[in-house]
């Protein structure tokens, strides 16, 4: 399809050296002419990864190694978007290139290697000593942001080995890196961040939950573990509406991670959420027998704690015909 392109951009689309040298021995082309999107040859060539193509156009001194197209994306840009190496090598030569620049939503060339999980493209980026690396999107999340989302370990690796890179720095959510990569599930990048000295293992999104809240949610036993395993984490923070991390492994029926929270010394095993709804009381509503009798062997779990609206674990379980709870409560 016909986007303007004259035919030097054509053939730096394609990467076809010899017919732009010869396009370039001419008097009456404009090595810089952008086609209807404002891209120039040389953005043409980055996005292929064409470095021969690339190292020729550099070397004319009419060429702006640094024009972005309509939607602010300069070459680099592109490059690092599709994982071109040698490209970004060649460009990131150029001191008037700068590798901060973010196209027209905001996202850098180091936020593009991040996402798309090129650690190569990543680690060159970060030898740019006016690179910054804590640089967030409109959403105001950072390259490291979306490799924990992505579960980029090797990226997120590149990306915490500098000292500068903050692994506290929430979105616009308050979602950390730490939060991110727990609601996804992603056990390495789990890892790595908690390496981290200056990481704080308990910072909780706008919404109130927590990493160890996410890794509950999700079911991710091993991540709980983890989590669990560190002192400066609160098994008892809440979410926004008073639900801990033992009401949500009550709420789904998760046996394992109940127990793991109940063998925390500093658990506290029947707090209520905003409606008053105990993690007993969770579990009968769901009929999981198995978690109501692993909550009733606690001493300090009130079976008869009601809700806010009066409704007791056993008034809830046999409402929904959940016979066998009810036995159990019945029993206690």
């Given at each position: 399809?016909?986007?303007?392109?004259?035919?030097?951009?054509?053939?730096?689309?394609?990467?076809?050296?010899?017919?732009?040298?010869?396009?370039?021995?001419?008097?009456?082309?404009?090595?810089?002419?952008?086609?209807?999107?404002?891209?120039?040859?040389?953005?043409c060539?980055?996005q292929?990864?064409?470095?021969?193509?690339?190292?020729?156009?550099?070397?004319?001194?009419?060429?702006?190694?640094?024009?972005?197209?309509r939607?602010?994306?300069?070459?680099?840009?592109?490059?690092?978007?599709?994982?071109?190496?040698?490209?970004?090598k060649?460009?990131?030569?150029?001191?008037e290139?700068?590798?901060?620049?973010?196209?027209?939503h905001?996202?850098?060339?180091?936020?593009?290697?991040?996402?798309?999980g090129?650690?190569?493209?990543?680690?060159?980026?970060?030898?740019?000593?006016?690179i910054?690396?804590?640089?967030?999107?409109?959403?105001?999340?950072?390259?490291?942001?979306?490799?924990?989302?992505?579960?980029?370990?090797?990226?997120?690796?590149?990306?915490?080995?500098?000292?500068?890179?903050?692994?506290?720095?929430?979105?616009?959510?308050?979602?950390?890196?730490?939060?991110?990569?727990?609601?996804?599930?992603?056990?390495?990048?789990?890892?790595?961040?908690?390496?981290?000295?200056?990481?704080?293992?308990?910072?909780?999104?706008?919404?109130?939950?927590?990493?160890?809240?996410c890794?509950?949610?999700?079911?991710?036993?091993?991540?709980?573990?983890?989590?669990?395993?560190?002192?400066?984490?609160?098994?008892?923070?809440?979410?926004?509406?008073?639900?801990?991390?033992?009401?949500?492994?009550?709420?789904?029926?998760?046996?394992?991670?109940?127990?793991?929270?109940?063998?925390?010394?500093?658990?506290?095993?029947?707090k209520?959420?905003?409606?008053?709804?105990?993690?007993?009381?969770?579990?009968?509503?769901?009929?999981?027998?198995?978690?109501?009798?692993?909550?009733?062997?606690?001493?300090?779990?009130?079976?008869?704690?009601?809700?806010?609206?009066?409704?007791?674990?056993?008034?809830?379980?046999?409402?929904?015909?959940?016979?066998?709870?009810?036995?159990?409560?019945?029993?206690?």
């Open positions: 399809m016909d986007a303007g392109n004259t035919p030097l951009a054509w053939a730096a689309c394609g990467g076809h050296e010899e017919v732009v040298e010869i396009l370039l021995g001419r008097d009456d082309i404009f090595p810089s002419k952008r086609n209807r999107e404002n891209r120039t040859p040389l953005w060539a980055a292929n990864g064409h470095e021969g193509v690339v190292k020729m156009l550099l070397g004319r001194d009419d060429v702006d190694p640094d024009k972005p197209d939607r602010g994306q300069t070459p680099l840009w592109c490059a690092a978007r599709n994982g071109h190496e040698g490209t970004v060649i460009l990131l030569g150029r001191e290139v700068n590798p901060n620049k973010a196209s027209r905001g996202l850098t060339p180091l936020w593009c290697a991040a996402k798309n090129y650690a190569g493209v990543a680690e060159i980026l970060l030898g740019r000593i006016d910054n690396p804590n640089k967030p999107c409109g959403e105001g999340r950072t390259p490291l942001w979306y490799a924990a989302q992505a579960g980029h370990e090797g990226v997120a690796g590149v990306l915490l080995r500098r000292c500068d890179v903050d692994p506290n720095k929430a979105d616009n959510r308050g979602q950390t890196p730490l939060c991110c990569a727990a609601w996804n599930g992603n056990d390495g990048i789990v890892k790595i961040l908690l390496r981290r000295g200056d990481i704080d293992p308990d910072k909780p999104s706008d919404d109130g939950r927590t990493p160890l809240w890794a509950t949610q999700g079911g991710y036993e091993g991540m709980v573990r983890m989590l669990l395993g560190r002192s400066d984490v609160n098994p008892n923070i809440a979410d926004s509406r008073g639900q801990t991390p033992l009401c949500c492994a009550a709420w789904s029926g998760n046996k394992r991670i109940v127990k793991m929270l109940l063998k925390r010394g500093d658990i506290n095993p029947d209520p959420s905003d409606d008053g709804r105990t993690p007993l009381w969770y579990a009968a509503r769901g009929g999981y027998e198995g978690v109501v009798k692993i909550l009733l062997e606690r001493s300090d779990v009130n079976p008869q704690k009601s809700d806010n609206r009066g409704i007791t674990p056993l008034w809830c379980a046999a409402s929904h015909g959940h016979g066998r709870v009810v036995a159990v409560l019945r029993a206690r």
